[in-house]
C-alpha cells in the first residue's frame, strides 16, 4: 500500500471564517501588492483584442472575501444591466457569508480596507476608479469546486493566491491550474496571482498548506493552454503586514496570458 506523505486539499477543512485572515493581511498594503497591481492592470490593458467594458462572463474562484481579483477585471466587464456576471466561487459556506456581506457593503461603496486598494489600482490607470464598487454590482456568489470548473464558460478569469495554497502536492496544483485555464474561453484573458516559494500560513486559526512554486514552473505549465503570456515577480520586501506574521514566502508574482 502506497504511504501518502503529503497532504492533498481534500485533506483539509476549507469552511473557515476570512475575516481576521483579511484584515491582517489587506488592511495594509505592502510594496508587493503596489508593483503587483501595476503589473497586473500593465499587463491586462496590453490584451487590445478586448475593450474595456465588452465582456459578459468573469471569473473570480477561491475570493475568500478578498475582492482584488474582481476589482481587477470589473473594468472589461459591460454593463450588469446586459446579463454580465462576475462568478465569485469558493468552498465553505462561511468564506460564501463573507463574501455576500462584503459585496454588500461595496456595492454601498462602504470600500473599508479596500479604498486604499482602488486608490492605488485607479492612480495605475483612472478605469480602476470605482472598480471595487462595479466589481459587487456584477457579483453573483456560489458554491464552486476549483478542480470541477465548467471547460469554455469564461471570457475572463482570474485568482489570487489560490492554487498554490490549497495543497502541498504538485500534481493536485497542476490539475487545479489547468482546470483554471481551460475554464476560460479561447481567445479570453486570463489573470492569475501567485505566492512565490510559500511556505504555508495560518487562517482562522488553523494551519494550512503551500505548494512553494517558482515563477519559472508557473510559466511553464500556463504555456501548455495560454498564449501572449506576460509574467511578473517581485521579491519579498520584508515588510510585515502585522507583528505576528508568519507567512514565509519568496516573492509574488502576477501572470496574464491569452487562452489557446
Known amino acids: ?18 475575516t481576521t485572515y483579511v484584515k491582517d493581511n489587506y488592511a495594509l498594503l505592502i510594496p508587493e ?7 497586473a492592470i500593465h499587463a491586462l490593458m496590453s ?12 471569473l473570480h474562484i477561491g475570493i475568500g472575501a478578498v475582492p482584488r481579483g ?11 444591466r446586459t446579463g454580465a456576471t462576475i462568478t465569485m466561487g469558493d468552498i465553505g459556506q462561511i468564506k460564501l457569508d463573507a463574501t455576500k456581506k462584503l459585496m454588500t457593503n461595496l456595492r454601498s461603496n462602504e470600500l473599508g480596507i479596500w479604498q486604499a486598494h482602488e486608490d492605488d489600482m485607479a492612480a495605475a490607470n483612472p478605469l480602476w476608479h470605482g472598480a471595487f464598487q462595479a466589481a459587487a454590482h456584477l457579483s453573483e ?11 469554455n ?26 482546470r483554471f485555464f481551460r475554464s476560460v474561453k479561447p481567445g479570453g484573458i486570463v489573470h492569475m496571482a501567485y505566492v512565490v516559494g510559500s511556505e504555508g500560513y495560518t487562517a482562522d486559526g488553523k494551519k494550512y ?26 521579491s519579498a520586501s520584508g515588510q510585515m503586514r502585522e507583528k505576528d506574521d508568519t507567512h514565509g514566502y519568496k516573492g509574488l508574482g502576477v501572470l496574464v496570458g491569452i487562452r489557446k
Open 47 to 58: 490584451k487590445t483584442n478586448h475593450t474595456p467594458g465588452t465582456l459578459k462572463n468573469g
Open 70 to 80: 474582481s476589482a481587477l477585471i470589473a473594468p472589461f466587464m459591460a454593463h450588469p
Open 141 to 151: 456568489v456560489k458554491e464552486l469546486d476549483m478542480f470541477k470548473l465548467r471547460e
Open 1 to 18: 500500500m502506497r504511504v501518502r506523505t503529503k497532504k492533498l486539499n481534500s485533506d483539509y477543512d476549507w469552511d473557515y471564517d476570512p
Open 209 to 234: 498548506p503551500a505548494y512553494p512554486v517558482m515563477p519559472d514552473e508557473v510559466v511553464r505549465y500556463a504555456s501548455d493552454e495560454l498564449t501572449d503570456i506576460q509574467n511578473f515577480f517581485t
Open 153 to 178: 464558460a469564461y471570457d475572463i478569469a482570474t485568482a489570487e493566491h489560490v492554487f498554490e495554497s490549497a495543497t502541498q502536492d504538485r500534481e493536485e496544483y497542476k490539475s487545479s491550474l489547468r
Open 33 to 39: 501588492d503596489h508593483h503587483l497591481s501595476r503589473a
